[in-house]
């Protein structure tokens, strides 16, 4: 993709311009941008801020952090519920740690801490997968 030319602040400068009262035609020739360029940033950005703008990144990193803790927290409760279904073949919390393991691929401590189990109660240590045994 390549890097665009203004940033966002230049281009609400640029709409700012035809706000004071140039001509548009006149605003694009002098930064160099088609009309069409120009009506699109109009539609994103126009009446904006650069506050604004500093506010909306804040609120989009703030969503993609909720979106991400989101499916962390969706990937839990199901690993969960399907511990709980196989729950007459994983009676004893260090077997449900064992079986989080090695069905779901799970980390020891993240699987630790669904079961409710201290990490150092249980003294696990991790086979290597088949496919490392090839390579090595």
Known sequence: MNKARFTETQIISILKETES??????????HGISNATY???KCKYGGKDASDLK?????????????????????????LKDLIE?????VRKKEAVCYLIEEHRL??????????LARGLLPIVPQRPARMSLLL
């Open 39 to 41: 009506y699109n940033w």
């Open 21 to 30: 009262g140039m001509l548009v035609k006149d605003v694009c020739r002098k």
């Open 86 to 90: 196989k729950s007459s073949e994983a």
């Open 55 to 79: 506010h909306m990144k804040e609120m989009e990193a703030e969503m993609s952090h909720l979106k991400w803790m989101s499916a962390d927290l969706a990937l839990e409760n199901r690993v």
């Open 107 to 116: 980390s020891i401590q993240r699987s630790c801490r669904c079961v409710g």
